[in-house]
């Protein structure tokens, strides 16, 4: 599962329980990703919450383009295992198949809006090099349509998936079966 022991199933308790037993009746398995944090609850805690705040709750950007921006991110940091769950993730939210896999392919080759495609180099240039983003890259983003809120969710989202990421990498998580067998062929 990875480099590190986490909390299966049949070991938690509390919080960490509580949680598995969500994820387990919401999606049909508890993500591993969710089990590397499992041996530091406060972290556990924070992790879900910010998950949850920032990728499934409502806010100024669409939860689709949130997607998109965490697949791009995924991708640019070669990150497998979140390429598959956020291509599911899309699949779910009715982006065609064909689109999802150019955007885990190149995104500048993906049929979206040329306005979301700002966005998405926008969070490949958060990914890649924040350092030389400029005001003239917000102010190109705003001309496009996108506001100070939803510029601030995408580099939120940006930075989330480049620290999530960095987690699954490092510590050698593994997909989930049931998660490979969601996968677009």
Request: glycine fraction near 4%.
């Amino acid at each position: 599962m990875a480099r590190i022991k986490v909390l299966e199933e049949s070991e938690a308790t509390g919080n960490i329980k509580a949680a598995y037993d969500a994820m387990q009746r919401q999606m049909g398995f508890v993500p591993n990703v969710t089990k590397a944090f499992s041996l530091w609850p406060e972290v556990f805690d924070l992790n879900n919450r910010l998950f949850e705040t920032v990728m499934l709750a409502r806010t100024e950007l669409p939860n689709p383009v949130k997607e998109m921006v965490a697949l791009v991110v995924s991708k640019a940091n070669q990150c497998d295992y979140c390429v598959t769950h956020h291509s599911n993730f899309l699949a779910r939210y009715g982006i065609g198949q064909e689109v999802v896999q150019r955007l885990g392919a190149d995104f500048h080759t993906a049929q979206v809006d040329a306005r979301t495609k700002r966005l998405l180099d926008y969070a490949h240039q958060v990914t890649r090099h924040a350092y030389k983003v400029t005001d003239e890259d917000i102010t190109a983003l705003r001309e496009a349509g996108w506001t100070d809120r939803q510029v601030l969710e995408a580099t939120v989202v940006a930075a989330q998936f480049n620290f999530i990421n960095r987690i699954v990498d490092a510590l050698g998580v593994e997909l989930e079966p049931a998660a490979a067998a969601q996968a677009a062929p």
